[in-house]
């Protein structure tokens, strides 16, 4: 009997990043109501490991699940998709 185990992977923006070696996302999806039929917005925020304090907000970044490194936090950093670029 072979474990495959599954990666849960995850995409969102950047919208928290004044602790440190954390960050705040908040994942978007959309959603069909049963009813109406309609598409619905649902935005879920989660909490990652950043150890390198790399990700600013309004980044684009993919998660991965992972063991807890606290209470609130088991995603942690993968890769960052976009920075924001800002005009001085």
Known sequence: ??????????????????RDKTIAIMIESKVRHPIYKKYIKRSTKIHAHDEKNECGVGD????????????TKCWALLEVLEKLVTVD
């Open 1 to 18: 009997m072979s474990k495959n185990k599954v990666e849960r992977v995850l995409t969102g923006k950047v919208v928290n990043n004044g």
């Open 60 to 71: 684009i970044v993919r998660v991965v699940e992972v063991k807890p490194f606290s209470k």
